[in-house]
């Protein structure tokens, strides 16, 4: 929906773009963290324990099979949009807020990946307030992969380079 809040719809709705953009951003990580942080509330509720972990593969390994195949056309979710006629009757704060969190919450609107379900219930697999909240462990644990990610991708861009080249001789 920020596809919708551009610089020159709202100067011809009479807002501030800037202001409105803001507010979407604090309405979406505001929405995301107390998301995440009754997520881990809940989690703190279990027993602790190496299962976590165990569960927390298991859902990203479900989510990579959903996104990563056709079962991803057929995921679960609500076919609820934010509502577009706010734009016209609200102030611009109001309405960037107001997407912002549904858009923050991650499952108040249509979910379009997988990733977004990993996310909530690697939220609840953190057991804590502010684990969920932040998903830190999670995020510490992407920050480690990114440089053998980026490797992988240029091996995978070297061998489709080599493929390609083999089928111009």
């Given at each position: 929906m920020?596809?919708?809040?551009?610089?020159?719809?709202?100067?011809?709705?009479?807002f501030?773009?800037?202001?409105t953009?803001?507010?979407f951003a604090?309405?979406?990580?505001?929405a995301?963290?107390?998301g995440?942080?009754?997520?881990?509330a809940l989690?703190?509720l279990a027993?602790?324990g190496?299962?976590?972990?165990a569960?927390g593969?298991a859902?990203?390994?479900?989510?990579?099979?959903?996104?990563?195949?056709r079962l991803?056309r057929r995921l679960p979710?609500?076919r609820?949009?934010?509502?577009?006629?706010?734009?016209?009757r609200?102030?611009g704060?109001?309405?960037g807020v107001a997407?912002?969190a549904?858009l923050g919450?991650?499952l108040?609107?249509?979910v379009?990946?997988?990733a977004?379900?990993a996310?909530?219930?690697g939220?609840v697999?953190?057991?804590?307030?502010?684990?969920g909240a932040g998903?830190?462990r999670?995020?510490?644990?992407l920050g480690r992969l990114e440089?053998p990610?980026?490797?992988l991708?240029?091996?995978?861009?070297i061998?489709?380079?080599?493929l390609?080249?083999?089928?111009?001789t």
């Open positions: 920020l596809a919708s809040i551009t610089p020159l719809g709202e100067r011809s709705r009479g501030s773009w800037g202001l953009a803001s507010a604090v309405g979406a990580v505001a995301g963290a107390a995440g942080a009754i997520g881990g989690g703190s027993p602790g190496g299962w976590r972990t569960a593969l859902v990203l390994a479900a989510a990579v099979c959903f996104d990563g195949t991803g979710t609500s609820r949009q934010v509502n577009e006629d706010w734009l016209g609200y102030r704060w109001v309405y997407f912002g549904q919450a991650g108040a609107t249509v379009t990946s997988a977004v379900y996310a909530a219930v939220a697999l953190c057991g804590t307030v502010a684990g998903l830190i999670l995020h510490a644990a440089r990610a980026r490797r991708v240029v091996v995978g861009e061998l489709a380079l080599g390609l080249i083999g089928g111009l």
